[in-house]
């Protein structure tokens, strides 16, 4: 007899595997770089915390890319990493607004000037989406998914 398997289980399962996959393509070596490539005028002031606040950077880089990631099968069919943007934009949005808030916990009001803050995590975070978005449309194409 076999195992029975609930749908939702399965389909966990899938996910959980999907992610797997994916996180084996990412570099640690490259996101730091994109860290600082996004946030070095940032961190003059933050030297004492920056291990920390690279690592808060990190994991929402991994975020981006498994949510773009997870839409790169729409790319695969032809739909533009545009519009498959715009589906999960509203997501992406919550991202970025809780990096920004993360960065804010480490300044006071006076000392950031908060629109050019906001600027980078919105371009970091777009950056790590489509990354991840790129990477998923590659492996569907060479049929690894």
Not at 119 to 143: N, S
Request: hydrophobic fraction near 40%; glycine fraction near 4%.
């Amino acid at each position: 007899m076999g195992i029975v398997m609930s749908f939702l289980e399965k389909q966990r399962d899938k996910q959980l595997d999907f992610e797997r996959k994916t996180l084996r393509e990412l570099s640690i070596p490259q996101i730091e770089k994109t860290i600082d490539e996004y946030f070095a005028p940032f961190f003059q002031a933050m030297d004492p915390y920056k291990r920390t606040i690279s690592d808060m950077c990190m994991d929402y880089a991994i975020e981006a890319c498994l949510l773009g990631a997870s839409y790169g099968r729409f790319g695969y069919y032809g739909e533009s990493a545009e519009s498959a943007f715009l589906r999960s934009e509203s997501r992406v949005k919550e991202l970025i607004t809780d990096l920004f808030d993360f960065w804010l916990f480490w300044y006071e009001a006076q000392d950031l000037r908060f629109e050019s803050l906001y600027k980078a995590c919105e371009g970091f975070m777009y950056y790590w989406w489509k990354e991840g978005f790129e990477k998923a449309v590659r492996r569907y194409r060479l049929r690894l998914q």
